[in-house]
């Protein structure tokens, strides 16, 4: 295993030397090293090769221990939370989210569900949990419980959509986000998840903005990141995005991400759900 993450780290350092590019806007680079070539072929290979034994399962296992463990001020477990399924449904759930929850009057994704039902069911405070970083406090545990809601879903056709009013109006919002340029560097989402056939260092890039993108984009997050060593949650991926921009760092579990959120989701819907996944 350490032998593996010592590759992974190797492919990751590697990858910094390169540039977000596209086929239409740099030939030299792209000729050089060809969208599906041989730099992407190898990180797929090494994907393949710990497929077997990828770590999030590590979390997974801990996240399923944390929701069955009576827990908190108030001693109960998070089997009773509703994930928008009924309480205590979590076969399928991640499927559907985000999606509008009537008892808190929001659209929310599967962190921020977790934290109100924390709150609510177990009787922790919701702020210290925004307000702590990642891999931190009590938001560990929502990490951990993040792998094994999503491995509950595996293997399953994302159904994400817009019904309510509610829905719709963090759609159009997350849409408005994606493409929102601004910054010190003139950067948006779309601007490097708008176009076929982009990459940024080793990595091709998916088009958020059609179904067979979205549906790689979405349907592989969250994910153990092998250059870090740990298991990223899709709230700590789009941070890490806005950190690329030059953004302020965005308030976690925000109505701003979880719009981009939605955006993502509904865009990818019909697509596979293959998270927990791997990545560089």
């Given at each position: 295993?350490?032998?593996?993450?010592?590759?992974?780290?190797?492919?990751?350092?590697?990858?910094?030397?390169?540039?977000?590019?596209?086929?239409?806007?740099?030939?030299?680079?792209?000729?050089?090293?060809?969208?599906?070539?041989?730099?992407?072929?190898?990180?797929?290979?090494?994907?393949?090769?710990?497929a077997d034994g990828n770590?999030?399962?590590l979390y997974e296992a801990a996240g399923e221990d944390i929701w069955k463990k009576p827990m908190g001020p108030k001693n109960v477990s998070l089997e009773k939370c509703d994930l928008g399924m009924g309480p205590g449904?979590?076969?399928g759930a991640y499927t559907q989210l985000p999606k509008y929850f009537k008892d808190t009057n929001k659209v929310q994704d599967l962190e921020s569900r977790l934290v109100t039902c924390m709150e609510k069911l177990q009787?922790?405070?919701?702020?210290?949990?925004?307000?702590?970083?990642?891999?931190?406090?009590?938001?560990?545990?929502?990490?951990?419980?993040v792998a094994y809601i999503v491995a509950e879903s595996k293997g399953m056709k994302i159904n994400t959509v817009a019904k309510h009013p509610k829905e719709k109006?963090?759609?159009?919002?997350?849409?408005?986000?994606?493409?929102?340029?601004?910054?010190?560097?003139?950067?948006?989402?779309?601007?490097?998840?708008?176009?076929?056939?982009?990459?940024?260092?080793?990595?091709?890039?998916?088009?958020?903005?059609?179904?067979?993108?979205?549906?790689l984009g979405w349907g592989y997050w969250p994910a153990y990141r092998v250059s870090s060593g740990n298991f990223w949650t899709m709230q700590r991926r789009l941070n890490d995005c806005y950190r690329q921009q030059r953004f302020p760092e965005p308030i976690y579990i925000s109505d701003d991400t979880i719009a981009v959120s939605l955006y993502m989701a509904i865009n990818a819907k019909g697509g596979t759900m293959n998270a927990p996944g791997l990545k560089r």
């Open positions: 295993m350490k032998a593996r993450i010592l590759y992974g780290v190797i492919i990751g350092l590697f990858a910094v030397l390169q540039g977000c590019s596209s086929p239409a806007k740099n030939e030299a680079s792209t000729a050089a090293t060809p969208t599906g070539g041989a730099p992407t072929d190898e990180i797929e290979k090494y994907r393949a090769m710990i770590p999030a399962d449904v979590v076969k009787g922790y405070n919701s702020q210290e949990i925004i307000k702590a970083g990642f891999e931190k406090g009590k938001r560990k545990d929502v990490e951990a419980v109006e963090m759609y159009d919002l997350g849409k408005k986000s994606f493409f929102y340029q601004g910054g010190p560097m003139d950067f948006s989402c779309a601007s490097c998840h708008s176009e076929n056939g982009k990459r940024i260092r080793l990595q091709d890039l998916p088009n958020i903005t059609e179904q067979k993108g979205a549906a």
